[in-house]
């Protein structure tokens, strides 16, 4: 690489670096490394060139291969001096915390460059993924929601934040654990905003371990890695939990922020490694929100490196019936994930006394989940309302005389109903029983097919009706 064109004060660093690496012995050749690597990327900022921090890891790639470390070593180690420098700590801290690092890095760090391997016994360590919505959102993967714009994808994305952070099945995808969620929000960060204050008003969700990162995210530069992990781990602090997902809207906006060109593999390739780099830092899922072309029938919009990089990639379309569908996935066929609707929620009256609306996604019901063979089938949620029906029909329970409650509701009491339920084993009584009634019955209020208020429980009127009608 020629350095000829950076500022004389970085020159001289890199140049001082080069001298000291090179007598340096190889045991602590990795923690003399990280050390340069860490400095020479605080130099960014005395460039004027906007490419300076690209050409001071180029440098860093350069140096260490001159010095025996094979590339993947180098990623490592250059990771290793973004996550000291995003913690603000001292060079003895720093070096304190990878004091150990020559003798743990997965590879060898000597002439031969040998690469981290899996032996063929041991492959099946890896058979079983680590699930937040089973089926379709796991840990380690990067999946790709692409749209026409106003399609509903952020939307879509808004409703899986919620179940992934509630644990709540999501379209007959069973939740498997509770994260915590960071959302970039690069376009429209105040809708986000307002789409999730709906599932607080209209659900009654409160708690729920989810932020939204309203900053612009330059993913063509290599310090994206330290300002994503740096947010996460500031989230994570404020949860008391682990971040599980991590929502870019749009990845165009976040490759073109930097000057780079969604049509180009080269800057798709470039934002694909970073992403990779914040995998290898983070137990995360990365979602990002994408758009078809004009020509929604050839996919994403785009290079097609975004393409054969992502693990899933699901294309919503229609008009009012909305349909989410895998379009590629690495080890699943292509099927469809879910339909849904989008509807209008009033959140208030502006200073004019005109209605403040967002558009969310319509609880589960009227289209019914979609499953993996893609056959209808009734889900716990369904099986619950069922057995709500036969408390009514079984049982006479005391009004409260709460106003709330309207004079021609038949209620039962939560105890009763959970109790039947029990019974009947749809919840697991020898299991997690509390979230499991939880999840039913948040799944239930939320698509408009039952009210609760304190311990009382009742169908809503129409699905009365309905059953009343033998439907």
């Given at each position: 690489m020629d350095a000829n064109d950076l500022p004389l004060e970085i020159k001289s660093v890199l140049q001082s670096w080069m001298r000291t690496l090179a007598g340096t012995d190889r045991n602590v050749l990795a923690r003399q490394f990280v050390r340069a690597a860490t400095e020479i990327l605080r130099l960014a900022s005395i460039g004027e060139q906007s490419n300076v921090r690209l050409q001071l890891v180029d440098y860093l790639h350069v140096m260490g291969a001159q010095h025996g470390l094979s590339q993947e070593a180098v990623v490592t180690l250059i990771d290793s001096a973004v996550l000291a420098s995003s913690d603000r700590r001292s060079d003895e801290t720093s070096l304190a915390a990878v004091s150990e690092l020559d003798a743990s890095l997965p590879f060898e760090l000597s002439n031969t460059r040998a690469l981290k391997f899996t032996h063929f016994d041991d492959c099946g360590d890896f058979a079983n993924k680590q699930w937040l919505l089973k089926g379709i959102v796991a840990l380690g993967e990067t999946s790709a929601w692409i749209a026409p714009p106003g399609a509903g994808k952020s939307a879509l994305l808004t409703e899986i934040a919620i179940h992934c952070a509630a644990k709540i099945d999501w379209q007959g995808h069973r939740a498997r654990a509770s994260c915590g969620v960071v959302v970039f929000a690069l376009e429209r960060g105040d809708l986000f905003k307002r789409r999730l204050y709906v599932y607080h008003q209209r659900d009654g969700l409160t708690g729920l371990p989810i932020v939204v990162v309203d900053s612009v995210i330059d993913l063509i530069d290599p310090g994206c890695v330290e300002t994503i992990v740096s947010t996460v781990k500031a989230a994570e602090q404020r949860f008391g939990r682990e971040v599980g997902l991590?929502?870019?809207?749009?990845?165009?906006?976040?490759?073109?922020?930097?000057?780079?060109?969604?049509?180009?593999?080269?800057?798709?390739?470039?934002?694909?490694?970073?992403?990779?780099?914040?995998?290898?830092?983070?137990?995360?899922?990365?979602?990002?929100?994408?758009?078809?072309?004009?020509?929604?029938?050839?996919?994403?919009?785009?290079?097609?490196?975004?393409?054969?990089?992502?693990?899933?990639?699901?294309?919503?379309?229609?008009?009012?019936?909305?349909?989410?569908?895998?379009?590629?996935?690495?080890?699943?066929?292509?099927?469809?994930?879910?339909?849904?609707?989008?509807?209008?929620f009033e959140l208030g009256r502006d200073e004019d006394g005109d209605s403040i609306t967002t558009a969310i996604v319509a609880g589960e019901g009227a289209e019914g989940p979609i499953h993996a063979n893609n056959r209808r089938t009734k889900t716990k949620a369904e099986e619950a309302l069922r057995v709500l029906f036969e408390c009514i029909s079984d049982s006479a329970t005391p009004r409260s005389g709460d106003d709330r409650i309207p004079a021609e509701a038949s209620v039962v009491t939560m105890d009763v109903w959970r109790d039947r339920l029990k019974r009947h084993s749809i919840i697991n009584p020898a299991g997690n029983w509390r979230e499991q009634f939880k999840r039913v019955h948040v799944t239930l209020k939320k698509s408009g097919l039952i009210s609760i208020c304190g311990d009382f429980v009742w169908p809503s009127q129409s699905i009365t009706t309905r059953h009343s009608e033998g439907l």
């Open positions: 991590i929502i870019l809207d749009t990845y165009a906006k976040a490759i073109a922020a930097g000057g780079g060109d969604e049509d180009k593999a080269r800057d798709q390739n470039r934002a694909a490694a970073n992403l990779r780099r914040v995998h290898a830092l983070l137990n995360v899922h990365v979602a990002l929100v994408g758009h078809t072309g004009r020509d929604e029938r050839r996919g994403a919009r785009g290079s097609n490196a975004h393409v054969g990089d992502v693990d899933v990639m699901v294309q919503i379309s229609g008009k009012i019936t909305k349909t989410a569908q895998v379009v590629k996935g690495n080890d699943q066929p292509e099927r469809v994930i879910a339909r849904f609707k989008l509807e209008a």
